[in-house]
């Protein structure tokens, strides 16, 4: 699937959802703790993963071979993954405030 | 993405955490997030296409911004200092609203087909409903603020911002919570003002507590510093004018815990610059460049770039102090020439800019992006080597006289730097025989004195003669916005009718 800024994301595999800051340079296929990231709202995740490595509320992931950018808006179980690479924790470099 | 994610990203990760108001007091993100809740559906029962809000700054800005968005519908703050009948026609504009005010019986004379609610009722309102109430995600691509445009150069316009834009500013600008649980910021814009609103969002997406002052003055804004150990700041230069007036009657230097200060929203004097800089040893201090139509900053000079400035042999590098930055990574900017072709480092031309944060649309008017992308600013500047931006002023400002396009910003550097003037603009005034002729408008310092002659005898010295003003006006004070854009337009006005 083609991703756009701005796009949130869910599996059903788990409580995680991300919204697309860079989109990769290719298409392909976001997962998350193993099940495919869509647009879907209405999806049943009771069987969502409980164990993982944790996907961070606010936190920014990338993969530097396509250039994705993900930010996690709901906390959940990962890992996250495109195209099966494994995206990694961006350390933060905060901008000066300027308002 | 829209701005009700920002704001469950806040209650979720910073529920407790007091982020409006005073420590003791304040509204916690999860309160915040509640009362959004409660605005949102009190608007969707009122049926309305608007949220108006008419009023000074305070805790029902945040929650009546968030209850427009819970409600899906634009939110409109308004200037409370303009005339009935300006505000009538920007209501006339409206199809249906949800007036929230501080006074509702101005309110129902202006507007009286529209509900209004006066800004204590919409708090105590908004406080019924339990924690954890549904928020229902809109559509990033609506229309999340309007705001009017201060009509310097023309009637005012609805500048549109829609959710992505905002978003999009702060996940380009702002890090998720990266502010200490101790941090807090002083707010002294205006609501109806772009800085008002981006304002809210970094700071509550960074996490940092926000305290209104809703009467600027400089007396209050320092103790209000010092009371609630404000850690960042923002204001526009007449404020840091009048700021560092105040440290100077008082014999003291700025409060301790200011980190950071950040101005912007008009062209800052260097004077004023030097003497924040002095008054505020410990600060670090932001100039920030940006548009309403561009969500607020696009260009930020920070704190670093200020201290290499003033510390430089190079004199290019100590120019940057008067320079807004370089662009924020998420955007770009560009000097285009009349043909639309980027300009050589240091060549003045039309400062544009694109990015996902970049509106440039109007309701009256639609779209102002170029085939694209780029948003025309309407500004003039240059860019240095290095990429630090440098505004000159709106080209609709440029002087034509007798063919030759001249930059008010120019002169009034120059002017500027006579020890007798506090204040000066230029402008052009029309003339039969140039087509128009330099007119400075200046105000004086207390206790000075300066004749026309003397004036442009100084300036012709300086630049050339074609650049010296025709005429001088001495004003007490130069009319100007509430965010310190001076007001040329007037000045030509009444020029015209005393001369």
Same mark, same amino acid.
């Not at chain 2, 006339?92 to 006066?118: G, M, N």
């Not at chain 2, 316009?157 to 890090?175: D, F, M, N, P, Q």
């Not at chain 2, 010295?461 to 965010?483: C, I, N, Y």
């Given at each position: ?47 969502? #993963?409980?164990? %993982?490595?944790?996907?961070? !509320? ?6 530097? *071979? =396509? ?13 996250? #993954?495109?195209? %099966?690479?494994?995206?990694? !924790? ?6 000066? *405030? =300027?308002? | ?126 406080a019924k409903v339990p924690e954890g109430a549904p928020l229902v995600g809109g559509d990033a691509n609506d229309i999340a603020v309007l705001l009017m445009t201060s009509g310097t150069t023309a009637a005012p316009k609805s ?203 109007y309701l009256e008017g639609g779209s102002r992006l170029t085939e694209g992308g780029w948003f025309p600013t309407r500004d003039l500047g240059y860019l240095d080597s290095e990429g630090f931006l440098f505004v000159q002023g ?79 006006s001495f004003l007490t004070e130069l009319p100007a916005t509430p965010t310190g854009k001076i007001l040329r337009r007037q000045l030509v006005q009444d020029f015209a009718v005393t001369t």
């Amino acid at each position: 699937m083609t991703f756009t800024p701005g796009t949130q994301l869910r599996s059903a595999s788990s409580l995680c959802e991300v919204v697309v800051v860079r989109p990769p340079d290719t298409d392909g296929t976001i997962t998350c703790a193993g099940a495919e990231m869509t647009t879907d709202t209405d999806i049943d995740r009771s069987g969502a #993963a409980t164990d %993982g490595p944790a996907i961070a !509320l606010g936190k920014r992931y990338t993969e530097e *071979a =396509s250039g994705i950018e993900l930010l996690c808006v709901k906390p959940g179980v990962g890992p996250l #993954a495109f195209n %099966g690479a494994e995206l990694e !924790l961006k350390s933060a470099k905060p901008l000066p *405030a =300027s308002d | 993405m829209d701005l009700l994610t920002l704001l469950e990203m806040v209650a979720a990760g910073m529920g407790d955490r007091v982020l409006i108001g005073e420590k003791a007091t304040g509204l916690t993100g999860e309160e915040l997030r509640a009362r959004s809740a409660a605005g949102g559906r009190l608007v969707t029962d009122a049926n309305v296409a608007t949220v108006v809000y008419l009023g000074g700054n305070g805790p029902v800005f945040p929650v009546a911004l968030f209850s427009a968005a819970a409600a899906h519908v634009p939110f409109l703050p308004l200037n409370y200092r303009l005339s009935d009948d300006q505000l009538r026609e920007i209501f006339s504009r409206q199809e249906s609203a949800y007036v929230i005010t501080d006074s509702p019986e101005r309110a129902a004379e202006l507007a009286p087909s529209f509900p209004s609610i006066s800004l204590d009722d919409f708090l105590e309102a908004t406080a019924k409903v339990p924690e954890g109430a549904p928020l229902v995600g809109g559509d990033a691509n609506d229309i999340a603020v309007l705001l009017m445009t201060s009509g310097t150069t023309a009637a005012p316009k609805s500048a549109v911002l829609r959710h992505h834009h905002l978003t999009s500013y702060i996940l380009g600008s702002v890090e998720y919570a990266s502010a200490e649980d101790t941090d807090a910021t002083i707010v002294s814009v205006p609501p109806y003002h772009i800085a008002a609103v981006a304002n809210l969002l970094s700071n509550l997406y960074a996490g940092r507590r926000i305290v209104y002052l809703d009467h600027f003055t400089a007396a209050d804004w320092l103790d209000v510093v010092e009371h609630e150990a404000i850690t960042n700041a923002m204001v526009v230069p007449t404020m840091l004018a009048r700021i560092t007036r105040e440290l100077d009657a008082r014999g003291k230097t700025g409060p301790a815990t200011l980190r950071s200060l950040s101005y912007g929203g008009a062209k800052v004097a260097a004077n004023i610059i030097a003497d924040a800089l002095r008054l505020f040893p410990n600060t670090g201090f932001v100039n920030a460049y940006g548009l309403t139509e561009t969500s607020s900053s696009i260009a930020v000079l920070g704190p670093d770039d200020h201290r290499d400035a003033v510390a430089s042999e190079d004199p290019d590098v100590r120019l940057r102090l008067a320079s807004v930055g370089r662009a924020l990574p998420s955007v770009e900017i560009e000097v285009h020439d009349l043909d639309g072709k980027p300009c050589a480092p240091g060549v003045v031309g039309d400062i544009v800019v694109k990015g996902a944060q970049v509106a440039g649309e109007y309701l009256e008017g639609g779209s102002r992006l170029t085939e694209g992308g780029w948003f025309p600013t309407r500004d003039l500047g240059y860019l240095d080597s290095e990429g630090f931006l440098f505004v000159q002023g709106r080209a609709d400002d440029t002087i034509i006289r007798g063919g030759e396009n001249i930059a008010p910003a120019e002169i009034e550097e120059v002017v500027a730097t006579h020890e007798a003037v506090l204040e000066c603009a230029v402008a052009g005034v029309p003339d039969e025989e140039w087509g128009q002729r330099i007119a400075a408008f200046i105000v004086l310092k207390e206790g000075h004195t300066l004749t026309a002659d003397e004036l442009r005898a100084y300036v012709r010295e300086r630049l050339r003669g074609s650049k010296t003003p025709d005429v001088v006006s001495f004003l007490t004070e130069l009319p100007a916005t509430p965010t310190g854009k001076i007001l040329r337009r007037q000045l030509v006005q009444d020029f015209a009718v005393t001369t």
